[in-house]
């Protein structure tokens, strides 16, 4: 999986000139679910938020102009005890159907749909996404929906991540 494999060849390759630093592993934007919502008609106000995974999917999100600042403030401030770490950042994980309930909640008139992945990437090649794009975003989810966004420990990551940013 294209984009989780460069995050840690790149913390690999790091690791191996032996350049202090601290790892921050950001979850979904707060963004990605808004600029992921479709249409239903024209000229409707109603939209269907569809990817290939079931409403139950835990997906973990991070406002990146609000929260980020936290989580860099520790690593700059805890340097010495935060070398070498890895921080995972998260607000926290929400369903797809909390996530469709809390827009429902700011007025937006959205449902849920679960898709297949040939229509979730037909989608995507349909706006202009590159094979490879395709294949990293189809995986990803597919990553979510079986271990979690950053493995099957991924709500202690979350957690762990929260006690970083706190101490800061």
Not at 75 to 80: D, E, G, V, Y
Request: glycine residues 6%.
């Amino acid at each position: 999986m294209l984009h989780f494999d460069s995050k840690a060849i790149i913390e690999s390759y790091i690791r191996a000139l032996n350049i202090p630093a601290t790892f921050l592993y950001m979850s979904a934007f707060s963004s990605f679910p808004l600029q992921s919502l479709i249409p239903l008609s024209t000229n409707s106000r109603t939209y269907k938020l569809s990817y290939p995974v079931p409403p139950t999917t835990l997906f973990p999100i991070i406002s990146p102009t609000s929260d980020t600042g936290k989580y860099i403030t520790a690593i700059l401030s805890k340097r010495s005890s935060l070398l070498g770490k890895q921080i995972y950042a998260a607000e926290r994980s929400y369903t797809l159907t909390e996530l469709v309930d809390i827009m429902r909640e700011r007025g937006i008139d959205v449902i849920y749909e679960q898709c297949d992945e040939a229509a979730f990437r037909k989608r995507m090649a349909g706006v202009g996404f590159p094979d490879i794009f395709q294949d990293g975003v189809t995986d990803s989810f597919k990553w979510f929906a079986e271990f979690g966004c950053f493995g099957k420990e991924t709500e202690q990551l979350i957690e762990e991540g929260h006690r970083y940013a706190n101490r800061a």
